[in-house]
């Protein structure tokens, strides 16, 4: 029995050695093998803002109207300066992804601003119809997207809405814009309109698709919420919302995982639940893939969130309480193919 085993220990050892001495003269090739044969699922998938722009222009190549990509740079400043997106460890300039599409010289421009846990890419499918009639111009806020990610240091309502604001005036001026038309989409409304209270004179017209921050805790339709936050699973919910648990935030901790989650949503929202055209397989892969790795690069703008609204998206500083009586021009309201107008007289007028 003892030389049996000994043999074995011996054949055992003869075949490490031969492993051995492959491993070291096919060492490139080897690691390809390993590579293929290691399970897709469990592989990380990597991403950067070089990602994302492939992505984007992956997903932009189903828009028929040519553009351009360009990075804007908003200045840079020493760590610790006052404005708010220099606040981190890095004076390297900042920039803002930005996308011009063709149009005629005569066109007024249009820029859009994208909403939470989203970035411009998401208007692809109106590019085309908007570009016919206006100069587009479409934006990843800073901190989302294609855009430079620094660290996010604000510790309040008011110096968040300057991240946005500010960095957004910024933008506007590297791009030497004014008079323009300005349109938000959901939390991109609400910074839309608090840019349009503090900056009215570049203001031609605002739109606003599906604002989120009208309504506060003590609007009425918020009741059923707070009843909620009172329950053992509202206070759970709460406890992570005031922590800044993101949604991004789960699709990094899943790794590998994390691009069959965003696969789920993204089927959900705009393929399974969609009230309008649905997307066809490409357009679901490339949006997918897009939405991937924006959702999974460096934690930046999505911090906003706790700042910005309270559990149930409920507003801190609601708009409402700023808008009325500050209205001196027409404000669109509705989808992108159905808007009403605020006058400022304060009513509602089809258009």
Known sequence: MSRRWSSSVARMAEEFSKAEVHATATSSASRSKRNWAWPSVLRWIP???DHIIASENRLLSLVKTPYVQEQVNIGSGPPGSKVRWFRSSSDEPRFINTVTFDSKDDSPTLVMVHGYAA???????NFDALASRFRIIAIDQLGWGGSSRPDFTCKSTEETEDWFIDSFEEWRKAKNLTNFILL????????AAKYALKHPEHIQHLI????AGFSSETDGKSERMIKFRATWKGAVLNHLWESNFTPQKVVRGLGPWGPNLVRRYTNARFRVHSTGDVLNEEESKLLTDYVYHTLAAKASGEL????IFSFGALARLPLLHRWIGAVCGGVAFGGLSSFKQLSPCGLEVDL
Request: one cysteine or more; glycine letters at 20%.
């Open 208 to 211: 606003l698709v599906g604002p």
């Open 184 to 191: 938000g989409h959901s939390f991109g409304g609400y910074v």
């Open 304 to 307: 906003c969130l706790k700042y």
């Open 119 to 125: 970035s411009q890419g998401f208007f692809f499918r």
């Open 47 to 49: 991403t950067s803002t």
